[in-house]
Nanobody, 117 residues
Framework: VQLQASGGGLVQAGDSLRLSCVAS?????MGWFRQAPGKEREFVAA??????HYADSVKDRFTISRDTAKKRVYLQMNNLKPEDTAVYYCAANDSPVSLQKLEFNYWGQGTLVTVSS
């Protein structure tokens, strides 16, 4: 499965941005991770078919959604903060995922999101 993420850019604090990721095949779960400079990659949000999971740091600001027919997953990011600055990676898995089991088999290239203060 190949994943292609897009939608990153430079925005100001408080702005919104929507990331998009298209998969070459339909998968059960899709999600987003991010990696800030000098930090480890961290979980952001995931959809296990239609069940959404979020990291506490983005809950109430970010929304993950998917268009299964188009094999796309979106990440709507509102009220962006400078600490959201990171490379965002799309991921997919053939099986269900949960907050206790965030295992993804497929990864796309990242898209950079920069939030200025």
């Amino acid at each position: 499965v190949q994943l292609q993420a897009s939608g990153g850019g430079l925005v100001q604090a408080g702005d919104s941005l929507r990331l998009s990721c298209v998969a070459s095949e339909r998968t059960y779960s899709m999600g987003w991770f991010r990696q800030a400079p000098g930090k480890e990659r961290e979980f952001v949000a995931a959809l296990s078919w239609s069940v959404a999971h979020y990291a506490d740091s983005v809950k109430d600001r970010f929304t993950i959604s998917r268009d299964t027919a188009k094999k796309r997953v979106y990440l709507q990011m509102n009220n962006l903060k400078p600490e959201d600055t990171a490379v965002y990676y799309c991921a997919a898995n053939d099986s269900p995922v949960s907050l206790q089991k965030l295992e993804f088999n497929y990864w796309g290239q990242g898209t950079l999101v920069t939030v200025s203060s």
